[in-house]
C-alpha cells in the first residue's frame, strides 16, 4: 500500500512531505508489534533500556546511580 502524502508547512517557508500509513497499514504493523515483541524481548538483557516497553532512559539513569556506585549529575 502506498502512504497518504500530506505537505506541512516548514518555518522558513517551504514544505515538507509527510507519509501518513493507511489503516490497514497501522493494523498489519500492529499484529505484527504484538507477535514479535514478546519473542525479542525474552532475549533483550535486563540492563538495556532503549525503545523497550515500559523502560525509558530515566530508568536507566536510576539504575546507573544506584547500581554502580556512580554520582551522576542531576
Do not use: W
Not at 522558513?12 to 507477535?35: E, H, S, Y
Not at 519473542?39 to 515500559?54: H, L, N, T, V
Request: with cysteine.
Amino acid at each position: 500500500m502506498h502512504n497518504r502524502k500530506v505537505e506541512i508547512p516548514k518555518g522558513n517557508g517551504k514544505t515538507r512531505i509527510l507519509g501518513i500509513p493507511t489503516v490497514k497499514d497501522r493494523v498489519v504493523q500492529g499484529a505484527l508489534k504484538l507477535l514479535l515483541e514478546p519473542i525479542f524481548e525474552a532475549d533483550f538483557k535486563g540492563c538495556s533500556y532503549g525503545y523497550r516497553p515500559k523502560r525509558h532512559a530515566h530508568q536507566a539513569i536510576d539504575r546507573g546511580r544506584k547500581g554502580y556506585g556512580m554520582t551522576l549529575p542531576e
